[in-house]
């Protein structure tokens, strides 16, 4: 996390998606210089080569998993670390030029996933529509815009952009379904844990044998780490490497995630931080708390023990 | 497997894409009806209504990455068994009406995966060509063939069936890029395994634990069983709760994966077998020997002991 | 546990120590044969070469430790299996010709090792007698008659075979001190679960290596068996090679425990079975639950799922 | 280690045993003044109390396995720690007072586990003498040379000592057996690795459960430490605890033996430091390597890496 707040941002484009939408609720960028990238490796490019303080771009969506594209952009070229993470819900709405019924309706226009993500409702509602895929959420709203198609399936943000009358609201089949972002800067110090944290890993084993991701796994459980996430790649390079993409939580400023850390970095063929950040919480809930004797303050009282040992006091 | 072959073939469509080019290496396929679908759960509910016998659906690509829609499909609804998988190189071409030098293509229709697969080819041999995001492989051919662009990044298949000419071959990145595509029929009795098969399982673990997922883990490397894959997924149900998509080494007639598949029962919250089938090589290559004392023959000499020690014999 | 049960017993001698006490205890030893051994060597012969039915040793004392030499012979020579324990409390007493006042007793004849168990209580009660090392607690007990020490620290069982009179009652320093004791037979047929059994093996790794030994617990840990005792010994025969002495909960009858054994049977170097009886209980007690999931009802209801699964049958 | 070097010893008495043969390896034992204690805990005291500045016992014996009474006086009173072990061959021999054809001996002196070390050997050489039971070896040799038997089964020390004559050497069954013994003192800091050390621990685990046992050959694992020593006794404090006596590869002011330490202090319900000191090897042996990764330099490497890490440094 460099010293002074990133004021220049670049995100995943077009404008009127949700990574725009996810981007604005970040305070800093709503105030600052927000530009749209063509693409994940072109808004990473941006960060990379100085021209943007920061990138924000989809990491996982809970319905269509993880973004391929972001993970690989992640492990590949100088690195970058993940300092804030946005989880916004996936609301779609049918959309029209204006009120028209449902049963009016005869062509839409959406996003494969989309309609994917609204397959039931579509079914349910408007059985008789045409479906008519288009290439992003956006695109969907403009050609409803230009009348192309009776209705789109788009994002809310599309629709105050796009001058257009929402038809019905929330049609995902999913109603809890949501898209994660990373904000992605150039690395700086670690800052301070905040209780409730997410560490991101690549770490790459050497074969595609159970033993060793026994191992990473055991070196993680060893110190009370829990997983929230892993997925595996294998890596283009070479046959039977996979790199495994971990969140963990905790801190890399934690004792027990720091000791963790070292126990990767000795046993796996690479690792590779992405970052500690706090975690964000659609609802408030508690953070999963340490198992028995393995909080950072058992950590740092065994340290003083051992220390203690070392010099001769067995008391 | 079913006890008469399967002779009609439903797959993801449109014609003319990897996934038909994957089917028709199948001789009951090239031989059977061959009909396209319109999306994977398409494809699937025509299997699970008995209006095909077995449906060819993507699973992962090297490059891509799992297909969510594939996996999200595999564990709801009535089960489907993966009976053959297919792993066929994903090669690209580019591809025109007529012969033409690269340095005069100004445009070039591709699906956008395509074009992330083949990124530094384009820039390095077409840099000044406008990349037109098309909707599948199969538009991107036909929107050459039709002249709407320059030129088609397209797979090998779609160059005959539209007349195109091949501009320039293997232009993916990764030349060693597959995707891998699973036939899906109906559940029957389990066929013998080959002694180089797969096994895959959906398993569902409780709570987002490292120590749930080491458990998973535990009960397969006890068996002596590796994994291939694994590839996590929350499910859509539940918060907090994951699904593990596990390829692993070893048929579900062999008594080691027998047994694990028991631990795994026992453990997990639910355990969906999707099928034990040969592995698909695309170079002669041996299996992964078992470790030492986990070959069949050692679980077969062991359960003979165990029967003779419960008889008293204990020599 | 053979058919006909045995009626020729034969236990470490003398008579008048722990070990007759013990065996008194059993109904049919009471009724039958007792006769006693020189050592342990020498009883486990009788039974070997068919002189005698069964023979009661003692295995471990909780203050003194295993029994070496018992441990030794279980894993030399032709195999003989536990059928039964005998836990009895160690009680000793102070024991002279006549009542005296513990303040004129200059001599006490004791076993080094009841000497040592009883410490505190001779600093206490009688400072300034001599202990006086003799070879057995029975040899204690018939000094004291002869009348070359003026009291005896014995087993209770000696005070009347010697026509003693006790001074004074449960003199250990360890109130709960214990010895277990275990009746030896020929091997034949295992008998029923009772459903609070333990099972003894001695188990050979390979190495003094943390990993054997690991490997060996979680063979044991992944189908729910719990360790009572475990106890390394290093083999004679060659340096760096172990024999563990493991007691686990569980009867060798049972599918869990026979799945553990299968298991050890596969990665140890040697496995020999000790055999499975009833845990013999000084106060009723409930016997250690099964983990969740891995009770003997879990272990069928998972193999009759894999018949199922194997048929084609994963509704 | 304390800084002035020991030159008061106490030993387990009486004179004439293996334990002196033991303490006079010692070169500042062989110097310093010697005294014979009566048993463990009164040579244990000594030192407690600042009588003596290090008591040489024995720990174990290859044959006759751990002594008890050591190991409940290390786990109980205040700390004490091994500073040395020495480990000499158990050797014994038949002596006389004058050289004698072995077919004319009638009576042998020996301790029970002398005669037992060597009953094989008797057997076949002297079918004939009975063996007359005693209290120690050197008692055996007293009472050889005052004429009460015929011979004597002792320690090689205790011939030149009653001017005996040897009438046969190393009659142990087993050529190499061995005992060891441990030197302990008040704690003091803890001194250098020498690369080849043991680590003594007593680990108090809460239930019988294997989990827990489990958990702790973890923490060692991960770190890469070795066990050569596992040895389980019930506290007689309370049912169901049970300390783990483990003799470790390594030293305690390694990184990695001191993460160990610091893991075990963190899960079990007590952890006693015994000491770290250096392997004594009768035959020169290279130590046992690390396994790859698990090297001090590794630790130390991780530990700059995280370092490293933490200030932003991810290169």
């Given at each position: 996390?460099?010293?002074?707040?990133?004021?220049?941002?670049?995100?995943?484009?077009?404008?009127g998606?949700?990574?725009?939408?996810?981007l604005?609720?970040?305070?800093?960028?709503?105030?600052?210089?927000r530009?749209p990238?063509?693409?994940?490796?072109e808004?990473?490019?941006?960060?990379?080569?100085?021209d943007?303080?920061a990138?924000?771009?989809?990491l996982?969506?809970?319905?269509?998993?993880?973004?391929?594209?972001?993970?690989?952009e992640?492990?590949?070229g100088?690195?970058?670390?993940?300092?804030?993470?946005?989880v916004i819900?996936?609301?779609f709405v049918?959309?029209?030029?204006?009120l028209?019924?449902l049963a009016?309706?005869?062509s839409?226009?959406?996003?494969p996933q989309a309609s994917?993500?609204?397959?039931?409702?579509?079914?349910?509602?408007?059985?008789?529509?045409?479906?008519?895929?288009?290439?992003?959420?956006?695109?969907?709203?403009?050609?409803?815009?230009?009348?192309?198609h009776?209705?789109?399936?788009c994002?809310?943000?599309?629709?105050?952009?796009?001058a257009?009358?929402?038809?019905?609201?929330?049609?995902?089949?999913?109603?809890?379904?949501?898209?994660r972002f990373?904000l992605?800067?150039?690395?700086?110090?670690?800052?301070?844990p905040?209780?409730?944290?997410?560490t991101?890993?690549?770490v790459?084993?050497?074969?595609?044998?159970?033993?060793?991701l026994?191992?990473v796994?055991t070196?993680?459980?060893?110190?009370?780490?829990?997983?929230s996430?892993?997925?595996?790649?294998?890596?283009?390079?070479?046959?039977g490497?996979?790199?495994f993409?971990?969140?963990?939580?905790?801190h890399?400023?934690?004792?027990g995630?720091?000791e963790?850390?070292?126990?990767?970095r000795?046993?796996?063929a690479?690792?590779?931080?992405l970052?500690?950040?706090?975690?964000?919480?659609?609802?408030?809930?508690a953070?999963v708390?340490?198992?028995?004797?393995l909080?950072?303050?058992?950590?740092?009282?065994s340290?003083?023990w051992?220390t203690r040992?070392?010099?001769?006091d067995?008391?």
């Amino acid at each position: 996390m460099p010293g002074t707040p990133p004021t220049r941002f670049v995100y995943l484009g077009p404008e009127g998606t949700f990574t725009e939408a996810a981007l604005r609720t970040i305070p800093a960028a709503e105030r600052g210089l927000r530009t749209p990238a063509r693409s994940v490796p072109e808004a990473l490019e941006a960060v990379r080569a100085g021209d943007a303080d920061a990138a924000l771009v989809p990491l996982e969506n809970s319905v269509g998993g993880a973004i391929p594209v972001t993970l690989d952009e992640l492990v590949t070229g100088s690195p970058l670390v993940i300092t804030r993470e946005v989880v916004i819900p996936v609301e779609f709405v049918l959309a029209a030029r204006a009120l028209t019924p449902l049963a009016g309706i005869r062509s839409i226009a959406a996003h494969p996933q989309a309609s994917a993500q609204c397959r039931n409702w579509l079914l349910a509602n408007v059985p008789d529509a045409v479906i008519v895929d288009v290439l992003s959420n956006a695109a969907a709203a403009i050609s409803a815009a230009a009348g192309e198609h009776d209705a789109a399936l788009c994002a809310p943000i599309g629709v105050p952009r796009n001058a257009l009358t929402v038809l019905a609201e929330k049609v995902a089949d999913h109603a809890d379904a949501v898209t994660r972002f990373a904000l992605l800067s150039r690395p700086g110090p670690i800052g301070e844990p905040t209780g409730d944290d997410v560490t991101s890993l690549a770490v790459s084993i050497r074969h595609d044998q159970v033993g060793a991701l026994l191992a990473v796994l055991t070196e993680l459980a060893v110190r009370g780490i829990n997983l929230s996430r892993i997925e595996s790649r294998p890596t283009g390079v070479q046959l039977g490497t996979y790199v495994f993409f971990l969140d963990c939580t905790g801190h890399a400023a934690e004792p027990g995630l720091g000791e963790a850390l070292q126990g990767l970095r000795r046993i796996c063929a690479d690792v590779r931080f992405l970052g500690s950040y706090p975690r964000h919480r659609l609802t408030p809930e508690a953070p999963v708390a340490s198992p028995r004797g393995l909080s950072s303050t058992d950590f740092t009282d065994s340290a003083a023990w051992l220390t203690r040992l070392r010099q001769g006091d067995l008391a």
